[in-house]
């Protein structure tokens, strides 16, 4: 079955800690991209990636890192610097880089900072 | 600056009824719009997408409508299911600009 694969489900932290969140994606897409939700607000773009070893920030990119070394691989590092990072986050991908394709979505990784 | 809204934070419906979920935007440039459906424990998934050359979008019980003018757009449910009880996320973008989305609407259909 392709798709996309996030883990862990749920991730506790201390402040202070980085933390690694992963998506991987069997799909050949393209790219791929974070997001992050809050309650009350809609998908927040994070990092994307429209090609290996490429990435671009997007609106919240502080106190976040990715990597892309691999097409099917797109870790998040949430850093100390985060200064809020407990949220609910989610990775997609897309089958080509135009941002009108249809996103598909990972079930997310709820991160909550101790 | 949310640029996609949706204003309705929660809707309930009877099942066989039509639910009707809104969406706003603010800016003119966006030129394709998307559903997305979410449930508990899982990622949204695409429901249904509109290009603004379009004003009305429909597959099976599904049927997106787009008013350019007023810049809003809205997802009609006919009839409504139990099965469709999840959130709906509306999402637009601007040719190749990232796409944004909104907060969301919890749907719950009552059997």
């Known amino acids: 079955d392709g798709g996309i694969t996030q883990s862990p489900k749920y991730l506790f932290r201390k402040e202070g800690q980085n933390v690694t969140l992963s998506c991987e994606q069997n799909?050949?897409?393209?790219?791929m991209y974070w997001y992050r939700q809050d309650p009350g607000q809609g998908l927040r773009l994070i990092y994307y990636?429209?090609?290996?070893?490429?990435?671009q920030k997007g609106d919240i990119a502080e106190g976040y890192s990715v990597s892309r070394e691999k097409k099917e691989s797109f870790p998040l590092t949430v850093t100390s610097a985060q200064k809020n990072p407990t949220a609910f986050y989610l990775c997609?991908?897309?089958?080509?880089?135009?941002?009108?394709?249809?996103?598909?979505f990972g079930p997310g990784t709820r991160l909550t900072v101790l | 600056d949310q640029q996609v809204k949706q204003n309705s934070p929660s809707l309930s419906v009877q099942e066989g009824r039509i639910s009707i979920l809104n969406c706003d935007y603010t800016?003119?440039?966006?030129?394709?719009f998307l559903w997305y459906k979410k449930y508990p424990a899982e990622g949204p998934t695409f429901l249904i997408s509109?290009?603004?050359?379009?004003d009305k979008n429909e597959d099976g019980r599904f049927t997106v409508f787009l008013n350019k003018s007023a810049k809003h757009l809205s997802l009609h449910i006919v009839p409504s299911q139990p099965g469709d009880s999840a959130v709906y996320f509306c999402?637009?973008?601007?040719?190749?600009?990232?796409?944004?989305f909104g907060a969301g609407t919890r749907l719950t259909v009552k059997p």
């Open positions: 997609a991908s897309t089958r080509g880089a135009g941002w009108a394709d249809t996103q598909y």
């Open positions: 799909l050949n897409h393209d790219a």
């Open positions: 990636s429209q090609i290996v070893n490429d990435f």
């Open positions: 800016n003119s440039m966006f030129d394709y």
């Open positions: 509109i290009s603004s050359i379009k």
């Open positions: 999402a637009a973008s601007a040719g190749n600009n990232d796409m944004r």
